[in-house]
């Protein structure tokens, strides 16, 4: 297992990251979904905080993944079986997503995380035995994955059957998601793996596109289910052209600017921008869990309050319009999507869900469409102004 050249011309995704990522696809469709349920059913709040820490196994597992992959793709027998073990992983936390939601049950989700890190350490200990040269920071790798895997394992054990102890749940999902975060920081400290910028740009788009994908997906069976059983087909008209724009314009924010020239020419603005994502990719996730509640909505097959569901939208689609300038801010100092064009525009889509007892729901929706849309004809008469300036 020697390590990929960081400079390799034409590096692209391989089938078997392509494969991996569709069975993400199940997960993140079972957490939108559960999350779009709380939400209809009234406890908006006591959904949030099962999604945030569900996704962020999700997130962190699939990058950390795509970084070693980036590195150490050998693409023979035992990496493509390790792979395969953590796919498998994967399958087990979609399944355990439903009881984490619903009865605060995490067992399910721990497996399937804990599935997923064997494979990943079992590979990065193969990195360590293989390559001489990354043995030190591969060990590192192995040893801080496998120790915070421990004490996932560990909170299981901690007791809930009391309201007032669920605390201690959170606090070390807290302390645990901190740990983790510092594996990398100190894993790389003997020397950096050689990741590819282009190729892991182009992994962390292709994610963004599956998550804009369950967006659509969500809308369109929505509608479906909506449509079949005869109702209000006017209103989800306007809903499914609304969301259709908003998908369409955040979409063309993210791929507006490249981000591989910038990560290739600033390698240590690359934490800061990896982990920025998760707020980028969970903005898009919950988005599509908000446009399940407005669909149902605007079919009649929902109580819930219409402002609620503004804001089901309205937060996700700020959350991701603000994370994305903030993420990229390190990599690309000359950033198109300008924050006076993008903050401005989150605090109106913020704004919007106030007047939904004037002026409907649906209305607010298409605006937020609108003024996403926009968003995106300022960035780019921005960006035709500066590069006639540059010519």
């Not at 009865?103 to 200990?125: C, D, E, K, P, S």
């Not at 030190?136 to 994955?145: D, E, L, P, Q």
């Not at 910028?197 to 992994?203: C, G, K, M, T, V």
């Not at 963004?208 to 969500?218: C, D, H, K, S, W």
């Amino acid at each position: 297992m020697s390590p990929r050249d960081s400079d390799e011309p034409h590096r692209a995704s391989s089938p078997l990251e392509l494969l991996f990522d569709l069975t993400f696809v199940v997960a993140v469709a079972q957490v939108a979904d559960e999350l779009a349920k709380t939400i209809q059913s009234g406890h908006a709040l006591q959904g949030i905080i099962p999604f945030v820490m569900v996704f962020f196994a999700i997130w962190w597992a699939w990058m950390n993944f795509t970084w070693f992959a980036s590195a150490y793709d050998t693409d023979d027998v035992p990496y493509r079986l390790f792979t395969l073990l953590q796919i498998a992983g994967v399958l087990v936390l979609a399944a355990g997503v439903p009881a984490a939601f619903e009865h605060q049950n995490f067992f399910g989700i721990t497996l399937g995380y804990f599935i997923m890190r064997i494979g990943l350490v079992a590979q990065w200990v193969r990195a360590a035995v293989e390559n001489p040269d990354g043995r030190a920071t591969a060990r590192r790798y192995a040893i801080g994955v496998a120790l915070v895997q421990v004490g996932w394992l560990a909170r299981l054990l901690l007791p809930t059957d009391a309201a007032n102890q669920w605390w201690t749940v959170y606090l070390a999902f807290v302390v645990l998601v901190a740990l983790e975060i510092a594996v990398p920081y100190w894993a790389e400290r003997p020397g950096m793996t050689t990741w590819h910028p282009h190729h892991i740009a182009e992994r962390f788009g292709l994610f963004a596109i599956i998550l804009l994908g369950e967006t659509i997906a969500v809308l369109a069976i929505g509608d479906s289910e909506v449509v079949t059983a005869g109702d209000r087909v006017g209103p989800l008209v306007g809903v499914g052209i609304s969301a259709l724009v908003l998908i369409f314009a955040l979409w063309w924010l993210y791929f507006l600017q490249p981000a591989g020239d910038g990560l290739a020419a600033h390698r240590d603005g690359s934490f800061f921008w990896g982990y920025g994502h998760y707020f980028i990719f969970a903005g898009l996730a919950s988005l599509g869990a908000g446009i399940e509640v407005v669909v149902m909505f605007a079919g009649g097959h929902s109580a819930v309050a219409p402002a609620t569901a503004a804001w089901s939208v309205a937060i996700p689609v700020a959350v991701f319009l603000v994370s994305l300038v903030v993420a990229h801010l390190r990599i690309l100092p000359g950033i198109l999507i300008h924050v006076w064009i993008v903050g401005p525009t989150a605090i109106v889509v913020l704004l919007l869900p106030l007047l939904v007892g004037a002026i409907g729901l649906i209305t607010v929706f298409g605006l937020t469409a609108a003024v996403s849309a926009a968003a995106v004809g300022a960035t780019l008469a921005l960006a035709r102004g500066k590069f006639g300036a540059e010519r």
